[in-house]
């Protein structure tokens, strides 16, 4: 199988090239390769790779620059999934893309399902939902991954911004009234092997395509997740500044940011796991091993 995997150097697609790397051969890119927002270079790419599975991470992921930074977030996050579900439908192909929790307003009290409507606060959530719908109606062979809070070894993510932080400061404030599950990204580019490999021995016909919500399992708010995090790089020896007690607790209203963010960030991943057949172990498992690797 040729797979086309986009974002190589983000924290999912660093990780995919290692787990999609024994399926198939993995013709990975970066906007360096290719400008998502270019949408003559993302076909001309297309055409030229033919690949069979399109595999795509990539985002514009600056959620408050997003505010002022429109046309471009659009450009990568809600046309260009649409170019690739046309030429992928064209070649016969597949794609699996991921989206956000963005896509929701957050006020559901309770973890939101596929079927929940979607609501986005801000452009982010905005184009990355624009960026589903266009997926969906250009080819029905594609798998949307909604996920959240996604952490990972590689790239920037709030457990290393809170290490940097705590290395020079000691005292934090963190909002805590924001609530989800860090998402370790080596799980979802594992997870993403498995749906690859039904992929290429179920039929196009009997392959349950759509969307899912994909997460690690359970619920914490970012200020317990700072805390775990400089707990677990305490007892690790490293050097810091700041202890957990020295970290404040806020509400969101007293850390105002350009795009307003979704209090509620909880997924349902049980049609996921019935569908599939897999298990999403605890956010502590997967960070616990990250913090390991940083550490």
Same mark, same amino acid.
């Given at each position: 199988?040729?797979?086309?995997? #986009?974002?190589? /150097? ?19 890119? @970066? ?6 927002? /270019?949408? @003559? ?5 297309? !055409? ?10 990539? &985002? ?16 990568? /996050? ?7 579900? =046309? ?11 991921? $989206?956000? @929790? +963005?896509?929701?307003?957050? !006020?559901?009290? #309770?973890?939101?399902? =596929? ?16 960026? =589903? ?12 991954? *909604? ?16 290490? *940097? ?10 909002? $805590? ?12 580019? @594992? ?6 490999? *039904?992929?290429?021995?179920?039929? &196009?016909?009997? +392959? ?10 359970? =619920?914490?708010?970012?200020?317990? +997740? ?28 007293? +850390?105002? #940011? ?5 209090? /509620?960030? !909880? ?29």
């Amino acid at each position: 199988m040729k797979i086309l995997l #986009t974002g190589k /150097n983000g924290q999912v697609g660093f990780e995919l090239q290692r787990s999609l790397a024994p399926l198939g051969s993995v013709y990975a890119v @970066d906007s360096g390769d290719c400008d998502l927002a /270019n949408a @003559d270079a993302l076909r001309a790419l297309i !055409r030229d790779v033919r690949p069979q599975l399109i595999v795509n991470p990539a &985002a514009y992921t600056a959620v408050d620059r997003a505010e002022t930074e429109v046309a471009k977030a659009m450009a990568v /996050n809600a046309v260009a999934p649409g170019i690739m579900g =046309e030429e992928a439908d064209r070649l016969g192909a597949s794609v699996i893309h991921f $989206s956000t @929790d +963005y896509v929701f307003d957050g !006020r559901k009290p #309770t973890p939101y399902t =596929e079927q929940d409507p979607t609501g986005a606060l801000g452009v982010y959530g905005q184009s990355k939902l624009d960026g =589903e719908k266009a997926l969906a109606s250009a080819t029905s062979r594609h798998l949307i991954l *909604r996920t959240c809070w996604v952490v990972g070894a590689h790239g920037h993510n709030f457990a290393k911004t809170m290490l *940097r932080l705590a290395a020079e400061r000691k005292q934090l404030n963190v909002v $805590s009234d924001q609530l989800g599950a860090p998402t370790s990204a080596a799980l979802l580019a @594992d997870l993403s092997a498995h749906l690859v490999r *039904r992929l290429q021995t179920d039929s &196009a016909e009997s +392959y349950p395509f759509g969307t899912y919500h994909l997460s690690a399992s359970g =619920e914490t708010s970012w200020h317990a +997740y700072a805390c775990h995090v400089i707990t677990r790089a305490l007892q690790a020896g490293r050097p810091l500044q700041l202890t957990p007690d020295n970290i404040r607790a806020i509400a969101t209203d007293d +850390y105002p #940011t350009a795009a307003r963010r979704p209090q /509620n960030s !909880r997924l349902d991943t049980s049609q996921f796991q019935a569908t599939f057949g897999l298990r999403l172990p605890p956010w502590q498992h997967g960070l616990d091993h990250i913090l390991q690797q940083i550490l």
